[in-house]
């Protein structure tokens, strides 16, 4: 198996592109080529060496996605030593017991931000070596600026880069690459070591099944500290995909048409966003431009499964297609930048509704499903073997195995996922009890409840943690009923409970911008959000909704009683992960009041 080392220099030798990278700078992307890649890489490296960083050394990374990430990112794995990847949303208490945990020796920050968290905490862990800045950094000692360290490293010659290739060789496919670590909804961060060969494998594992190459063009978004992000990097680049950084969510609409990217790494959360902003543009609209909205939208309907399975559309379909996608398709694509070949969505379920529409819009969406433990992908859809509602079929080299378990959540043929191949983390730094209770017979358990049907689709179901039983004897899983609500034009966030109820419940948060509309058109009168979440005719509307979206669901799975909050759940509130997922404890203990006389109301009446 390759380490990321070779596959890292291979693609610089093989490539040689003169758009490798690109980075935005005052206002306009610049390229930076394949050979100036490697020499920069080459010259922090040599810095590197020189404030002591060693194989095995653990060094931290506290950065938005950037150029100066990938290629910090590059440095130390070239040097054998262990990237700790950091979000910058968390707290300096989060990152002292991170930085404590892994024993790291420095850190390479971003921002003023950034730097200011990194020095307050330097001064309670004496461990912490270096500081290597990438904006302006104090003159202090142990602080550096990443700018002149790389400045001045780049030898005249060839020396310093034949320095790095002979370094970067000798490390071992079984090397740890990086300890990441997982985001704690649950209660601590735990840290993840993933191998060079971990990486590696999912990599090999991914460009089997995406023909990609030198003229496709990807956008990073997602953060680089998150597993999903960081392994489609290293795919991308081993491919000679040029990668082109996004300036923030604010410009990610202008980044699409600057870079016209064909391939992107999303999560379901930023496909609603898209979703949601045309739809309103739609709303908008005359009445004609609806109606040939929507019309376009069914003939993309109707048109697409014929192409999922390889099939020829009828001669009338294609006609209308042609005519319909003109006018309608192409707009939303040209929105994306016009090339838009993949989007690959991981990291939480996918509405299949969602996948539908931009299917039918001429923009396929990938669905896969994988853990950080698991490098991260186990599953993924990819061209001509796509089932929507499905992670897709288990890649190459991994194995999945579902044990069986009783309280599935309501699933037929569901039980825990167990994985096992070459992706698989050799386990978690420094708690040898995690690592037990993680693998049963060199098998990983994911935690994860899901199915396999007849042609090896994986379709997850639940969280098993999240499982809960009803006074009734009932098992539930949460997930399966919120999914229900993604990208539901009035629901913004759900969390469904009632673990020893009676019936179900859930706390909501509703989508304001569109259910402000709603009241402005009804003509209520309410003066704060509190005031609207309570009205009487606003409940009401949104019990019908809840209603429509879960008739599907058995009786003891549908939402009997619910709350609606006036607020988001945020990460700076500690609600939600860093990874925004839900933290259930935190969110219950803290509305604990609201949800017992939720129960109370239900029970009185």
């Given at each position: 198996m390759l380490t990321l080392n070779e596959m890292f220099l291979q693609a610089?030798?093989?490539?040689?592109?003169?758009?490798?990278?690109?980075?935005?700078?005052?206002?306009?992307?610049?390229?930076?080529?394949?050979?100036?890649?490697?020499?920069?890489?080459?010259?922090?490296?040599?810095?590197?060496?020189?404030?002591?960083?060693?194989?095995?050394?653990?060094?931290?990374?506290?950065?938005?996605?950037?150029?100066?990430?990938?290629?910090?990112?590059?440095?130390?794995?070239?040097?054998?030593?262990?990237?700790?990847?950091?979000?910058?949303?968390?707290?300096?208490s989060e990152i002292e017991y991170i930085l404590r945990d892994s024993a790291a020796q420095g850190m390479v920050v971003s921002s003023a931000e950034q730097l200011r968290k990194a020095l307050a905490v330097r001064a309670k862990l004496p461990e912490i070596r270096f500081i290597l800045a990438m904006e302006g950094a104090p003159s202090e000692p142990g602080v550096y600026r990443w700018q002149e360290a790389v400045a001045s490293r780049i030898a005249p010659g060839d020396d310093s880069v034949a320095w790095f290739r002979q370094r970067a060789l000798e490390a071992k496919a079984e090397d740890t690459a990086s300890l990441l670590y997982t985001s704690g909804t649950t209660g601590e961060p735990k840290g993840v070591m993933l191998t060079h060969s971990n990486f590696s494998s999912n990599v090999q594992a991914c460009k089997s099944l995406f023909p990609l190459g030198t003229k496709d063009r990807a956008l990073s978004f997602l953060p680089l500290c998150h597993v999903f992000e960081r392994m489609a990097e290293y795919w991308f680049f081993c491919q000679g995909v040029s990668i082109a950084y996004v300036e923030g969510i604010s410009a990610l609409a202008q980044n699409f048409l600057e870079v016209r990217p064909s391939i992107m790494a999303v999560v379901p959360r930023l496909l609603e966003s898209f979703h949601g902003r045309i739809m309103e543009n739609v709303r908008r609209a005359s009445p004609f431009r609806q109606k040939l909205f929507h019309r376009g939208l069914q003939v993309g309907q109707e048109y697409f499964p014929h192409r999922l399975q390889g099939k020829t559309p009828p001669l009338g379909l294609r006609l209308k297609h042609a005519v319909y996608d003109r006018l309608v398709g192409a707009k939303v694509r040209a929105s994306l930048g016009g090339r838009m070949t993949y989007l690959i969505s991981g990291a939480a379920p996918l509405a299949p509704e969602l996948a539908i529409f931009f299917h039918a819009m001429g923009v396929?969406?990938?669905?896969?499903?994988?853990?950080?433990?698991?490098?991260?992908?186990?599953?993924?859809?990819?061209?001509?073997?796509?089932?929507?509602?499905?992670?897709?079929?288990?890649?190459?080299?991994?194995?999945?195995?579902?044990?069986?378990?009783?309280?599935?959540?309501?699933?037929?043929?569901?039980?825990?996922?167990?994985?096992?191949?070459?992706?698989?983390?050799?386990?978690?730094?420094?708690?040898?009890?995690?690592?037990?209770?993680?693998?049963?017979?060199?098998?990983?358990?994911?935690?994860?409840?899901?199915?396999?049907?007849?042609?090896?689709?994986?379709?997850?179901?639940?969280?098993?943690?999240?499982?809960?039983?009803?006074?009734?004897?009932?098992?539930?899983?949460?997930?399966?009923?919120?999914?229900?609500?993604?990208?539901?034009?009035?629901?913004?966030?759900?969390?469904?409970?009632?673990?020893?109820?009676?019936?179900?419940?859930?706390?909501?948060?509703?989508?304001?911008?569109?259910?402000?509309?709603?009241?402005?058109?009804?003509?209520?009168?309410?003066?704060?959000?509190?005031?609207?979440?309570?009205?009487?005719?606003?409940?009401?509307?949104?019990q019908k909704q809840i209603e429509e979206a879960t008739k599907s669901l058995a009786p003891y799975e549908k939402i009997h009683h619910f709350v609606l909050l006036p607020r988001e759940f945020t990460t700076a509130s500690g609600e939600l992960s860093v990874t925004l997922k839900i933290k259930r404890r935190v969110v219950e203990e803290r509305y604990r009041d609201q949800i017992a006389r939720m129960y109370g109301a239900a029970q009185r009446g």
């Open positions: 610089v030798d093989k490539f040689d592109k003169p758009d490798a990278l690109l980075t935005r700078i005052a206002g306009k992307y610049q390229n930076v080529s394949s050979r100036e890649v490697l020499r920069r890489v080459a010259a922090l490296a040599t810095a590197l060496t020189h404030w002591g960083v060693q194989r095995g050394e653990r060094v931290a990374i506290l950065s938005e996605n950037r150029l100066e990430w990938t290629l910090t990112d590059y440095a130390l794995l070239g040097l054998g030593a262990v990237v700790v990847p950091l979000y910058t949303t968390v707290s300096e396929p969406v990938y669905e896969g499903y994988g853990l950080t433990e698991t490098s991260p992908v186990i599953a993924v859809n990819y061209p001509a073997h796509t089932k929507v509602g499905t992670v897709g079929p288990v890649i190459p080299g991994v194995e999945v195995r579902l044990e069986e378990d009783d309280s599935a959540g309501g699933s037929e043929n569901a039980g825990e996922i167990l994985v096992r191949g070459p992706n698989i983390t050799p386990g978690y730094y420094g708690v040898e009890s995690r690592n037990h209770l993680a693998f049963s017979d060199g098998w990983f358990r994911t935690g994860d409840l899901g199915t396999l049907d007849a042609d090896g689709y994986l379709r997850v179901t639940g969280r098993k943690k999240s499982l809960f039983k009803t006074s009734g004897g009932k098992y539930v899983a949460p997930e399966r009923i919120e999914n229900l609500f993604q990208g539901h034009p009035y629901v913004q966030q759900i969390m469904v409970l009632g673990s020893g109820q009676r019936s179900v419940g859930a706390l909501i948060v509703p989508n304001f911008e569109w259910l402000e509309v709603y009241v402005h058109e009804q003509q209520i009168e309410v003066k704060s959000r509190e005031e609207l979440v309570s009205h009487s005719e606003i409940r009401l509307f949104f």
